[in-house]
Structure formats: structure tokens, C-alpha cells
């Protein structure tokens, strides 16, 4: 970031006048307009404010006040108990050896977080880094750039059925294999298990982290590499100490989307792990299929408080707004 | 920035190969799947869910657009495409509203860019429930007035499509939207305004002749993430809709009872939807672009 400022900083002060019309303009700026009355932007901000305070803000608070009511198997009734929390975690701090099903929940969640973060990363930055820095035209890079994002607009459900015929124990992969010979019976962990799991995941949600990148590398002006080269460093030393440092934040952004997307998912998990994979996600739904509304209340929200640790954690690293 | 870089090298280099290579990979990952159950719609009557083709057919797709199949998508096509366009119209002007007001100074600015964040990481499920239970709530609030004045739900809440649902859908399309408009504005210097208004336009006049030229490819793509959002959605969905179901909730259902090749010709039929509303609104984005620099060969 300092790089790129410094560069632009020293460009500006070679030509005077350019440097002169910012400060020019600021000065202008700061005079008071009656043009737009003041009220104006919080009509226009209104609306989105009044979608998010109904339809989200709100929610939460009363997922918060359900967490605390009480249950029965008919109805749910006003109360202030903390028993919903206590079964959340019931045996998880009794000093057992074994792990209560909560931690054993989340701890599956994290197997899935940590594998697909690394997948989703490597070739999300690598996909970011061709279409950056090989493809040499703007049309041709907004082409193929569109290529990877159109999936991103089609059926997620799709998108994960589609893997049935490919996987399933009479799939195309499991046929090719048998017809090559090379195994003598179907591959029974091809479909409906951590592997098809992952496998969809990182199918989904890759494109999460070839935005951001791609975003990032974009904004790197090109005469930067061109210095590094002539200062005589190798690919490797531009990529590490040119390249990676002046993207962290796109890799921030797309991690905050990826392992978000993956702690809360429980429709890949349920879909493709033939709905016998465990996941936060599941284990609230089924309660509240069950109407158990206070015990799923009080799991959204500690499903909610590991989410936003996690995003608070990674956020310090990076300021969004300034990436946009 | 203002000098050009002049290619070093004529030959691409030995990485630009490999490179190539694993994108092309890549683009087959993403997209081999899919064009299997495509494929596989069109299986003959007697085939399965999986390869090889019994015959080719429409047997499937007649199947369940004849409504003869284990399947009734119909009304659920149509719920979703009326809730999709509502999103996509809502998501556009919503939006457009928000990004004009964050080119100005308001309190509760920073707040409000939060919480849209926020709306799009919060897991789908805990705003799904979290709607569920507003709702609920309200209902047991509201009821005792509201058959005081003789007005009394029949179906007993007022979760639905067009309520609960609708904003379900806005809580998660709302976040794209502002995001796209924050970057639109970036790149938009706001001396054009400045401009309008020292030749003496009006507020209005600004918007409509300066900013909404110039911004509209870019409402374009927010309209299509609104509505493809929104077509897909389901996660957010699943405790918003009341006793009615969107087409990807019914797909959801249908992918652990149905065993015929029928679950893949629906599949097809709503890719078909989302590929025409893409290839749509990116051939209307490229003809405004074009459009856009003829007219104003110096904007952007």
C-alpha cells in the first residue's frame, strides 16, 4: 500500500499543476452548500436502513430474547431461563473425556473450514494471478473473468446434484476407474462423505476468493514488477515480496467470505453428505423443525458469536472500505 | 501508472503454460458438472440418473412441464419468478438511494455499512430463524388488536412470500448491491455534480441527466445479482416463506425422494432461466457501455 502511495505521491509532485488542483478543489469543497438540504441523505439512506433494522437487526435481538424463553413440546412461552444454553452445552465442561456433541459439531465444522480455506486459497489466488498478470488484454481478461463468475449466479443446489452422476457408485467416475481396472469394486467415499463435502464447497466457493484477489492484484501498478525485475529479483522473490504482501487484504476479504459461508453451511453438508454429516447449521435446523425455537435460538447465537470472533479476528488485519 | 509497460519478452514465459493449464482445469471443474446433468435430462425414458444415455428424449422435461411427473414445479416457477423480479427491482432502487446518500456526509454512516457487511457474513440460517421468530412474535403482538378491529389472519401468521420472505431475500441482496454502488462511486469524481449544479441544474436534473447516464451499465449488474440472488436463494428462505415454497426450496426437497432423471431436467430448466437473465443483462450492460462512450467519449 505505502509502495503504491509513494510512487503516486512522487509522480504528483513532478508536474505542479496536478498537484496544485487537489488542494484547489479541497478548499472548495469545504464551503457549506445549500444545494442538497441536509436532510436529504437520510431520506435516501432511509429505505436500505429501515430493510436491514426489520430484517436483520431485529431478527437478531429476538433470536437473542427467544434464546432465553422456555419450551414445551407444543409452545413456546416468554421466560427468562438460561436452561437452552446449559443443553447446548451440556457435558461439554464436566471434565469427561469424551467431547460433548457441541465441540464435536464445531470441531467437524473447523476439519471442513480449514481444508476448504487452503483449497479455495490456492487456486483462488492462482486463477487470480493468470487472469492478473498473464492475460494481457482488459477484454480478454473481463471475458474470462466472467467465465469463473456466471456459475456463481446459477442454482447452488444445482451445482451440488450435479456432482450425483459423476460420483454416485455407478458414476462416470466410478465406471471409468472399474473400466481402466484399476479398482475391482466402486469407490463407496466418492459420494455422501467428507469428500464430496469438501469437494462441493470448494466447487461453490472458490469464486469468493478469486474476487477479492483478482480485485487486489488488479489495483498493483504493473512498474512494480517491472522494478522488482530489474532489481534483479526471480519470480518467486516478486511473487513473495511484492505480490502476496500487496494483496493481503483481497486474501483477508475472501477468507471473511469463505470461512464465514462454510462455519454457517448446512445445506452442502446435508446435500452431499447424504444428511449424515453433523453441522451447526443442521443441528439448528432440525430443532426447529422440531419447534424447539428457544434451544435453536440459543445455538444461533453462539453460532453467531464464533462467527463475528472470527471476522473481528480477521478484520483487524485489513480495512474493507478502503479495498472497494 | 501513466507510462505503459513495454512487454519484455516475446516468447511467453514457461509458467504462463502451466498457469493456463491449471485455469483451463479450472473452468472444467466449474463447469463439467454441470453440463453432466444437462446431458443427462435429455436421458430416454428407460434411462437412470447416471451414464451411459438410453437414447436421447424430451421425455423428462415433457414429463415435468406436462405435469404428468412426480413433480409439481409450476406455481413454484411462478412464485419464484415474481419474487425474483420484486428483489431485482427493490435491490436496484434501494440501492441507487443508499450509494447517492453515502456521497455525502450522514450520521450513522459507518453504522449502516457495518450492519450491510454484516448481513452478508451473519450465517443464512440465524437471520432465517431470527426473521422466523420476528415474525412470530409480532403475530402474537398484534393479534388481539387486530381481531379487536375484525381484521384476523386466516392462515394464522403472516409469514409469507411477499412479507417475511421478500425481506429475507433484501436482507442478503441489499449487501451486494451497496458494495457494487460503493465501488461505481468511487470511481465517479464528484466534480460532475458540481459541474450539473454551476450550470444550474437542479438536484434532479443532476441525478437524471449526470449520474444516472453514467451509473446505469453498473444498475444493470446490481439488477442481475438482485435477481439471481434471489432465484437461488435458500438458505435465507427456508423459515421465511410460510407455507409456500420457492422453486429452490422444492429442488432442495425433491433432491432425496425423486430418483429419475426428472430432478435433472428440472435442474436444467432453472439453469436455462439463469443463463437467459445473464447472457441478458450482460448483452444490455455491453450495448450501455458502448452507448455510454459514444455519447460521452471522456466519462468515467
Keep these: 500500500m505505502t509502495v503504491t502511495n509513494d510512487i503516486t505521491a512522487s509522480e504528483a509532485s513532478g508536474s505542479p499543476e496536478v498537484s496544485a488542483l487537489p488542494a484547489k478543489g479541497q478548499g472548495v469543497r469545504k464551503v457549506p452548500t445549500s444545494w442538497t438540504p441536509w436532510w436529504v441523505g437520510y431520506l435516501q439512506a432511509a429505505p436500505m436502513a429501515l430493510v436491514f433494522l426489520l430484517f436483520f437487526i431485529l431478527p437478531l435481538a429476538a433470536t437473542f430474547v427467544v434464546s432465553f424463553w422456555n419450551y414445551t413440546e407444543y409452545s413456546i412461552e416468554p421466560a427468562f431461563v438460561t436452561t437452552n444454553y446449559s443443553d447446548v452445552f451440556y457435558g461439554c465442561f464436566s471434565g469427561g473425556s469424551a467431547l460433548c456433541t457441541t465441540f464435536a459439531t464445531y470441531l467437524s465444522t473447523l476439519k471442513f473450514v480449514a481444508i476448504v480455506w487452503l483449497l479455495t486459497l490456492q487456486i483462488g489466488f492462482t486463477v487470480a494471478y493468470f487472469l492478473c498478470f498473464h492475460v494481457k488484454t482488459l477484454p480478454m481478461q473481463i471475458a474470462l473473468f466472467m467465465v469463473c463468475t456466471i456459475p456463481f449466479w446459477t442454482s447452488n443446489v444445482i451445482r451440488m446434484i450435479s456432482w450425483i452422476p459423476l460420483l454416485g457408485r455407478y458414476g462416470l467416475v466410478n465406471e471409468t476407474l472399474q473400466g481402466l481396472g484399476l479398482i475391482d469394486a466402486p469407490l463407496e467415499w466418492l459420494l455422501y462423505s467428507d469428500f464430496a463435502v469438501a469437494l462441493a464447497l470448494v466447487h461453490l466457493y472458490t469464486l469468493f476468493m478469486v474476487v477479492p484477489i483478482f480485485n487486489s492484484m488488479m489495483r498493483i501498478d504493473k512498474a512494480l514488477i517491472e522494478a522488482a525485475y530489474d532489481a534483479g529479483a526471480s519470480s518467486w522473490q516478486t511473487l513473495t515480496n511484492i505480490v502476496i504482501p500487496l494483496v493481503k487484504p483481497g486474501i483477508v476479504i475472501g477468507s471473511i467470505f469463505v470461512v464465514t459461508i462454510v462455519t454457517g453451511d448446512y445445506l452442502t453438508i446435508g446435500i452431499m453428505g447424504g444428511q449424515q454429516i453433523a453441522s451447526v447449521g443442521k443441528v439448528i435446523q432440525t430443532q426447529i423443525n422440531f419447534l424447539q425455537f428457544p434451544i435453536a435460538a440459543a445455538n444461533a447465537i453462539v453460532l453467531l458469536a464464533v462467527v463475528l470472533l472470527t471476522i473481528w479476528g480477521m478484520l483487524r488485519l485489513v480495512d474493507i472500505r478502503k479495498e472497494l | ?300
Excluded: C
Design chain 2, 1 to 300: 501508472m501513466a507510462v505503459k509497460t513495454v512487454p519484455r519478452e516475446e516468447k511467453r514465459p514457461r509458467s504462463f503454460y502451466l498457469l493456463a493449464l491449471f485455469f483451463a482445469l479450472f473452468v472444467i471443474f466449474l463447469y463439467g458438472p454441470v453440463v453432466t446433468i444437462l446431458t443427462l435430462s435429455f436421458q430416454g425414458p428407460s434411462g437412470g440418473l447416471t451414464f451411459p444415455m438410453n437414447g436421447v428424449s424430451f421425455y423428462w422435461l415433457e414429463r415435468l412441464w406436462g405435469g404428468g411427473g412426480s413433480v409439481d414445479i409450476g406455481s413454484a416457477f411462478r412464485r419464484s419468478l415474481a419474487l425474483g423480479l420484486t428483489v431485482m427491482v427493490l435491490t436496484v432502487v434501494i440501492s441507487v438511494l443508499a450509494g447517492l446518500a453515502f456521497r455525502k456526509k450522514f450520521r450513522g454512516s459507518t453504522a449502516l455499512f457495518y450492519v450491510a457487511v454484516a448481513s452478508l457474513i451473519v450465517p443464512s440460517i440465524v437471520v432465517s430463524l431470527g426473521i422466523a421468530l420476528e415474525f412470530r412474535i409480532l403475530d402474537e403482538i398484534l393479534r388481539p388488536y387486530l381481531a379487536a378491529v375484525g381484521l384476523t389472519s386466516p392462515r394464522g401468521n403472516s409469514l409469507g412470500l411477499f412479507t417475511s420472505g421478500l425481506g429475507s431475500h433484501l436482507s442478503w441482496t441489499l449487501p451486494f448491491g451497496l458494495l457494487i454502488m460503493f465501488a461505481v462511486f468511487n470511481r465517479l469524481d464528484k466534480s460532475y455534480e458540481e459541474a450539473a449544479r454551476d450550470l444550474g441544474a437542479t438536484n434532479w436534473q443532476s441525478f437524471r441527466y449526470v449520474i444516472l447516464p453514467m451509473i446505469a451499465p453498473f444498475l444493470i449488474g446490481i439488477a442481475l445479482f438482485g435477481f439471481t440472488l434471489s432465484w437461488d436463494e435458500i438458505a435465507r428462505s427456508s423459515q421465511t416463506m410460510g407455507s409456500t415454497n420457492t422453486l429452490p426450496l422444492e429442488l432442495a426437497a425433491l433432491t432425496t425422494t425423486v430418483t429419475t432423471p426428472e430432478i435433472y431436467a428440472l435442474g436444467t430448466s432453472v439453469t436455462a432461466v439463469s443463463f437467459t437473465v445473464i447472457f441478458g443483462t450482460l448483452a444490455a450492460f455491453l450495448l450501455l457501455q458502448r452507448r455510454r462512450q459514444r455519447h460521452a467519449p471522456k466519462a468515467g
